[in-house]
């Protein structure tokens, strides 16, 4: 019963280090979301994908690439990190794009850039 | 574009009612959801209403809806300290599958 799992869960880089967050959900979703959570500002959403294949920009995608190679699976690239990414970030899934589905999150992974 | 709002803080007794309000622009949303945050967790889905409802309830919980004023609350009965924790509001955007996310509200259940 795991439901969306992302990993690591924190994390510290250097600034203009790389590194990738994974997000995998075994529930046969087909929209995968990746956010991003700041004090005082809410989620705001970077990529998104509508099924394996695919993915598409969100509200703040400068800074960050994506892939969805397998249903099941979505990450997110960070390929030169900044200290502004230093965030938490919050991987969601939904069956579909309809409200009905309603999306279901992960933990987050708290990742700092120094 | 498209903005949701929410106050940032609320302070209730355990016992008491609480009502966290939510204020949203797009017309065209079809669902307005309310989710929970606990602190280190992700966000749990508490409950959503369809666009042409005006009320909604689930055990403690009710969610009013004024399409008119683009207004969305959530009334908790009974408050209890479980209950602390960080509500989201956020709206639709059409079968996009998008959400746009108010900022937080911080509830403060006092014993």
């Known amino acids: 019963n795991a439901g969306v799992t992302q990993t690591p869960k924190f994390r510290v880089l250097k600034t203009g280090q790389s590194m990738t967050l994974l997000c995998a959900q075994d529930?046969?979703?087909?929209?995968m979301y990746w956010y991003r959570q700041d004090p005082g500002m809410g989620l705001r959403l970077i990529h998104y994908s509508v099924g394996e294949g695919t993915t598409a920009k969100g509200e703040v995608p400068d800074g960050y690439n994506v892939s969805r190679l397998k249903k099941q699976n979505f990450l997110l690239g960070l390929e030169s990190a900044a200290p502004s990414q230093t965030s938490v970030y919050f991987c969601?899934?939904?069956?579909?794009?309809?409200?009905?589905?309603?999306?279901?999150f992960g933990d987050g992974t708290r990742l700092s850039i120094l | 574009g498209e903005d949701v709002e929410q106050s940032l803080f609320l302070s209730v007794r355990e016992g008491d009612s609480s009502v966290i309000n939510c204020t949203y622009t797009?017309?065209?949303?079809?669902?307005l959801y309310w989710y929970k945050q606990e602190p280190g967790a992700g966000l749990q889905l508490l409950t959503y209403i369809f666009s042409n409802m005006d009320m909604k309830q689930d055990q403690r919980l009710t969610v009013l809806l004024n399409k008119k004023d683009k207004h969305l609350s959530l009334r908790i009965a009974d408050t209890q300290t479980g209950d602390s924790a960080i509500y989201f509001c956020?709206?639709?955007?059409?079968?996009?599958?998008?959400?746009?996310f108010g900022q937080g509200t911080t509830l403060q259940v006092k014993p």
């Open positions: 529930m046969n979703h087909e929209y």
């Open positions: 956020a709206e639709d955007l059409g079968n996009t599958g998008k959400l746009i």
């Open positions: 969601a899934s939904s069956y579909e794009g309809s409200g009905n589905q309603p999306q279901h």
């Open positions: 797009d017309s065209s949303s079809t669902y």
